[in-house]
């Protein structure tokens, strides 16, 4: 089976982009990830694309892959959707890594889009739900926020977990946003600032919640046999790991932890033979804060219960042992559904080719990206890790 | 790379179901498609799942595959949703095979469902839009039937195809959905009836077109490590193919074919090393009577413009030199939007294992499989092949 190997990344930016559509988006997105090939890569060489998208507003509901790949001039190459609700482009390039080792393609596109600003906030509300469960959450009340809050009171309670804490996960990832030209909420704020906002479902508050955004991002994925066409220092897909659980939350047996993302990092773990130890910096899914305190113990980045006291203890702040979000995270730098996943890749691309400037972490060897899907109906797990410095 | 092999496949009938749900639907084809593996299969050695959905009437819309796999017990098991328009499921069996020849998985599931029959007439018409361009087909206000109606009349001002060939496609399948247990429309028609029905878009009558069904079809893709398991007399996935093409008939050059399904079937062809002449039976897509004609062409069944004289040969039907939707086809046995690609490989995988009852071809080795996501914005094609009978 061949190796898969990370050769290019890129986004737009995200925000609320009144001016472009979900093909211009993608577009931006697809024009940066092929500029940031080292050694170039044309649309032409591009075997098989995967994109990520919830379809937010139902603009493109069916074949809305094909809709993005086609206007970027993919003419004729096998397209497929996957929608894993918020872990969409996650899975996308977790199908793309599953191409190239199968051997029927060496040049895969994975990427992702959502557009979401331009919708009431009762819109919002009704395209967010359909990620929970449709028939005893969301037709009955329960929103996306709502979801995440029973999991934050829940962790409370059990760990004494506290709101200081949660606001600490948003001071870390406005600062790190704060350094990312793509962020949409790229401005620092301070403790007071993330302790006193507006509760939107009690336990969390505006600042325990990321924005709704416009956005896309796509990543490059191809063979061993090719990677030296593109690149003279690969960076490797040593492991992926994916899991699902029931959609419902109210449906799983406890509410303090994801297991469908415990069981995709323990398998990209094992796939890459390494443990949390070894990696030098995580993008993980924090939709909300509480979801950033549940990835550090999914993860295994601490202990269960542990997560409020790590990130107090701010090691994983940008200076820290190992950081998490330098991208801002969803939190700061946005969350546009079906680019989310692609999303982070990007950032663990940029850190790892040493060009993530101000929030750059020194000399990275591997970084993990963690995307979660509704509430923790689906995860996906990717370890990336640079060749050359391994070598080295 | 490790070859990849149909060992099972099951459905639920196609009909309407008030009584259902897409839940147990789902779980209906899961448990037919678990008991027609030869030697057994439990549910536990599943690694892994992909499921085709459009999401009709937005029931579940977000993380529709682990809605599905966790209801019929497939805790913790990844699931992805793949997603391309009415081609849904066939590009699941095909995610599935990648997954078994990447290494990744030894057994997986591929399956699909919908729910139609519950939708008023208006519900319908929206959401079988949105299979079609959304900006400028959709919203313009035309109709799905009508963008398969511009390829007739298109079909028969180059070829002078008549509309009493295109009842003779109606006729056939009716005929062999008449010896299919789980047809929706299991009944004969005639010529004539096929002839005089009404017009639903100039020039496609009733006959024509296919029915909205609810219905699900899952199929189990295993590597070659694992196929004695399950099987003593194993059918190869000898061909895999698939392509995209602007998701807009309005966006394409030529009325008169389907390009995505073309190049679908060349790059099968290619891989299974094959030809049309080695095929013993084929399930296309035939949503619309004009689709099946075109699949004859664009599958190199005939010469361009020939498809006409084919089904009017009766080289197409079930005693024919090639049977063509010997299931009834999507008119006949019906169009569960998601389920129809997987429900395909169910057929292809009783003419194969000799269990296709009074449609029963005689003595097959090698069978294809063709589906088309919207007018033709994705297309996938499969070649299986039995191996026991290739040897023998």
């Given at each position: 089976m061949t190796d898969a190997f990370l050769v290019g990344a890129g986004q737009s930016g995200y925000g609320a982009f009144p001016e472009e559509s979900y093909r211009s988006l993608f577009r931006t997105a697809f024009d940066a990830t092929t500029e940031s090939v080292p050694k170039g890569l044309m649309a032409s060489e591009i075997d098989e694309a995967f994109v990520g998208t919830l379809g937010v507003g139902g603009r493109?509901?069916?074949?809305s892959g094909p809709a993005v790949t086609e206007h970027v001039g993919l003419d004729g190459v096998p397209c497929t959707r996957v929608e894993n609700a918020c872990a969409a482009s996650g899975f996308a390039v977790r199908q793309a890594v599953q191409a190239v080792k199968s051997g029927m393609a060496d040049v895969v596109l994975a990427g992702g889009f959502e557009v979401m600003s331009d919708m009431s906030s009762d819109a919002t509300k009704y395209w967010l739900g359909v990620s929970g469960e449709t028939e005893w959450e969301r037709l009955s009340g329960t929103t996306f926020a709502g979801v995440y809050a029973q999991m934050a009171s829940a962790h409370m309670e059990r760990y004494d977990t506290t709101r200081k804490q949660l606001s600490r996960v948003a001071v870390k990832n406005h600062a790190n946003g704060a350094k990312n030209p793509h962020a949409q909420l790229g401005f620092e704020c301070s403790l007071d600032e993330a302790q006193s906002a507006p509760t939107v479902a009690e336990p969390l508050n505006l600042y325990h919640c990321c924005p709704t955004s416009d956005g896309a991002a796509c990543a490059l994925i191809v063979s061993e046999d090719v990677v030296d066409e593109y690149t003279d220092d690969p960076i490797r897909v040593a492991g992926v790991g994916a899991g699902s659980d029931s959609?419902?939350?109210?449906?799983?047996?406890?509410?303090?932890?994801v297991p469908a993302s415990e069981r995709a990092a323990e398998a990209a773990y094992d796939m890459a033979g390494?443990?949390?130890?070894?990696?030098?910096f995580a993008e993980v899914h924090d939709c909300f804060a509480i979801a950033e305190l549940l990835a550090y113990e999914d993860l295994h980045?601490?202990?269960?219960?542990?997560a409020g006291a790590l990130v107090e203890s701010g090691a994983?702040?940008?200076?820290?042992?190992l950081p998490v979000n330098t991208s801002g995270g969803l939190k700061s730098k946005g969350h546009p559904i079906g680019a989310t996943g692609a999303g982070q890749v990007v950032e663990a691309f940029k850190q790892l080719s040493g060009?993530?400037?101000?929030r750059q972490v020194e000399n990275p060897v591997r970084g993990l990206t963690h995307n979660v899907g509704g509430s923790g109906g689906a995860a996906v797990v990717h370890i990336f890790e640079k060749e050359t410095a391994v070598s080295a």
């Open positions: 493109q509901l069916g074949l959609v419902g939350l109210f449906q799983r047996d406890s509410y303090v932890g390494l443990t949390p130890e070894d990696l030098d980045f601490c202990e269960k219960g542990e994983t702040a940008l200076d820290g042992d060009e993530a400037g101000e």
